[in-house]
């Protein structure tokens, strides 16, 4: 791994505990956005936005075939990342954007 993302995921297990989440709920944060990081070529968040976060929940969806309930942890995982450890808005609208997955999900198990 290398050393920017160690710092990423540290600066975010250093926020977790303000605002009071549980222990496993920071090892399941951690782990999404490690994933989503690696899903798109190890850049960094700042670099990315709405656009990547909608592919990597397309990805779950379609290739991993994970439920909605599995891409909504996944999705407040990412928004956590950047609301509360980055501090930075996305070009994203968080209910358009889990309607979305959802339906798709629902499309991808029709097929």
Do not use: C
Not at 20 to 38: A, F, L
């Amino acid at each position: 791994m290398k050393k920017p993302l160690k710092k990423l995921l540290k600066k975010v297990s250093d926020v977790i505990p303000l605002k009071h989440y549980s222990y496993k709920t920071e090892k399941s944060y951690i782990n999404w956005i490690k994933r989503y990081i690696i899903f798109n070529n190890k850049r960094h968040p700042k670099e990315m936005g709405g656009r990547e976060i909608l592919q990597f929940l397309t990805h779950l969806a379609v290739k991993e075939n994970v439920a909605v309930s599995t891409q909504n942890q996944a999705l407040n995982s990412i928004l956590f990342l950047y609301r509360e450890v980055l501090k930075q808005e996305l070009d994203l609208d968080v209910k358009t954007t889990m309607i979305y997955t959802h339906v798709f999900s629902i499309e991808v198990v029709k097929a």
